[in-house]
């Protein structure tokens, strides 16, 4: 596990490696800071957009709803594929958000690394649920 500060604001913990490359012990590392972290106030699940949910997606997708806390997708790589590889695949991941989680934000992430598509939103997102920006009330009384 690698840890990042963020100022005094938060820090973000990145998993890498779950998947093909995963180390043996994965689950048994991730599982328990999943469980027994207090201070845990959203995990990020990345998926490839260009091949789609996976099987180690959809296990790691399980483990985040056992522990029932908030969790959000963000699909990474959009660019790397044609439209319509993409639309499948997000289709795809919709389904799977909207009929087997419950603690799953419903609206995924869709980060391009290559034109920075979505990361603004994602930032401003990752400030909001951690507590560095309020969002304001524009509505008109």
């Known amino acids: 596990m690698n840890f990042f500060r963020v100022g005094k604001a938060f820090t973000i913990v990145d998993m890498?490696?779950?998947?093909?490359?995963?180390p043996r012990d994965f689950v048994d590392m991730?599982?328990?800071y999943l469980y027994t972290r207090k201070n845990l106030v959203r995990t990020f699940l990345?998926?490839?957009?260009?091949?789609?949910?996976?099987k180690a997606d959809l296990i790691a997708l399980e483990?985040?709803?056992e522990t029932r806390c908030p969790y959000v997708m963000v699909v990474t790589k959009i660019d790397k594929c044609g439209s319509g590889t993409?639309?499948?695949n997000l289709l795809n991941l919709?389904?799977?958000?909207?009929?087997?989680?419950t603690s799953c934000f419903p609206q995924p992430f869709l980060i391009s690394s290559i034109q920075f598509g979505g990361i603004y939103l994602l930032r401003c997102f990752i400030?909001?649920?951690?507590?560095?920006?309020?969002?304001?009330e524009t509505s008109q009384s």
């Open 16 to 22: 890498p490696g779950y998947g093909h490359k995963a």
């Open 30 to 32: 991730v599982e328990p």
């Open 46 to 54: 990345l998926v490839d957009g260009s091949v789609g949910l996976q």
């Open 63 to 65: 483990m985040c709803e």
């Open 86 to 88: 993409l639309l499948t």
């Open 94 to 101: 919709q389904d799977v958000v909207k009929t087997e989680t």
């Open 127 to 136: 400030a909001h649920v951690t507590g560095s920006i309020r969002l304001k």
